[in-house]
């Protein structure tokens, strides 16, 4: 959508720096693909990474607040790692952030949220991803204490 309508791309934008307190950087495609009406150099979309205290403070927000707000949410699943460590999650909406206003919300999007440990393995990316509180399915939640 972003490729036919900038305003689509322009509220993306706004909506993922009101969630992560960061402006995020627009994505460019690298190929023309024909089939998706899609030249070289188009704005397809946009990322941000946190580092630091903000990823933190992103973190405990997501597990905290926006992950029980998802519809039918009974836990994440414990097999979504690529085998070097890191997790990946979809949200079908963005609406389970409470920092997006309802009101002011053209269409609904989702996105996909990357979590880059410095665990080398998927099992110890688990764990401490389990000590940080995530919530994964089949399993009784972990009381983080800070």
């Known amino acids: 959508d972003a490729t036919k309508n900038s305003k689509a791309l322009d509220a993306a ?3 993922l720096a009101a969630v992560t307190g960061q402006r995020p950087v627009v994505t460019r495609a690298k190929k023309s693909v024909a089939n998706f009406n899609l030249r ?3 704005a ?3 990322s941000v990474t946190l580092r630091g205290a903000r990823m933190y403070e ?3 927000r997501f597990i905290s607040i926006a992950l029980p707000r998802m519809r039918d949410f009974r836990g994440l699943s414990p097999d979504s790692f690529d085998g070097r460590g890191s ?3 979809g949200i079908k909406e963005q609406m389970i952030f409470p920092e997006i206003d309802y009101d002011k919300v053209e269409k609904i999007h989702g996105m996909d ?3 880059v440990t410095s665990a080398c393995r998927d099992d110890t990316a688990l764990a401490l991803l389990r000590e940080l509180g995530m919530p994964f399915r089949g399993e009784a939640p972990v009381a983080v204490v800070a």
């Open 87 to 89: 997790y990946s999650v």
């Open 58 to 60: 992103f973190l405990d």
């Open 40 to 42: 070289q150099g188009m």
């Open 44 to 46: 397809v979309g946009c």
């Open 113 to 115: 949220i990357t979590l």
């Open 13 to 15: 934008v706004a909506e």
